[in-house]
């Protein structure tokens, strides 16, 4: 598949500036051929987790680190019980999971500064590649959530698909926090921040705690925009159906007077049944590109990947994480 122009600028700007990439997953096929991808563009430095198996299958541009044998896993290891201590955590356990868990291993080079960035999940789970991201490089903010979007580039034009990937059933004030973030996200990659709120309803035109809570996280993410980042480029608005939030001509019937209704290129999901097969449909039958999940709100740059992701997916997520750390 040729690369869209969106993610070709984010890879240029990746070239640019060099940042070191780890991807833990050396077992995966799919891994070795994003990593010697990776390497032979010149997209970033590309550290891969695995053993002599791993070393057959990449180019000597690509760095291999075996965590059993690392000269760095001790350092790791303490590091790992200083951060997981008060939470039970014990130096023998610490050095088990380190030698066992190749994300875990990761995680801490990023924590460490020897990588600037992660791209795991093509043979994890999203919680299995998420919860060593959440437990080691935190959210950036004390009690601050950290959420997750997919970039979707449909027929050439980018669109933000959140939460599609990781806060499962948010309540209104974390709905409000998730279109936020990914608004800052938008803007980060240079895309218009006009951010929908979705619903099965456009305006009130149905009643029902699920288009309350919707409603609700629709006004408090505008008082949160207003408060806190005023001087910012930022439009939300809702609660909106689908085709009132991307169609200007049911826009223009449906949500007459939105600056948002028919432009939205943010689109926020009530939770992450709608946002995980609305990416998935948009993705699969809608033949669109995707990229993520992209964690936002982490203190470093950690991103997921689907299952069912192709090399040339991975390598647009490692220079989306590689523009993160910068
Ligand atoms: C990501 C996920 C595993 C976190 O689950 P969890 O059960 O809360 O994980 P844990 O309880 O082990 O939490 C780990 C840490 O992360 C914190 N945490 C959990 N979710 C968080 C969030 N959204 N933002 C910030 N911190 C979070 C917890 O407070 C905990 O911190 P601590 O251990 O330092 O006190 C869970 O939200 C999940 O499974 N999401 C769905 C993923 C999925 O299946 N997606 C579909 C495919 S993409
Ligand atoms: C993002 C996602 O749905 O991941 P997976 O397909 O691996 O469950």
Redesign the pocket.
Known sequence: MSRSAFISEIIEKAKANQRTIVLPEGADDRVTEAANMIAAEGIAKVIVLGGEDTVAKVGKAVTVVNPETSEKLDDYVQEFYELRKA?GMTLEKAKEILQSEVNYFGMMMVQCGDADGLVSGAAH???DT??PA??II??ARKG????SLFFMVCEGTPYIFSD?????NPNADQLAQIAVQSAQTALQFSMPAKVAMLSYSTKGSACNPLVDKVVEATATAKQILADDFSGLDIELDGEFQLDAAIVPSVAASKAPGSGVAGQARVLIFPD?NAG?IGYKLVQRLGGAEAYG?ILQ?LNKPVN?L?RGCSSEDIVGVAAITALQSL
């Not at 601050?144 to 959420?147: L, P, R």
């Not at 599609?164 to 499962?168: A, F, K, N």
Request: net charge positive; proline share 4%.
């Open positions: 939470r789970s999203t919680a998420v919860r959440l437990q935190k959210g601050g959530m950290v959420s599609s990937g990781l806060v499962e992450l995980n999940p709100g997921d689907s």
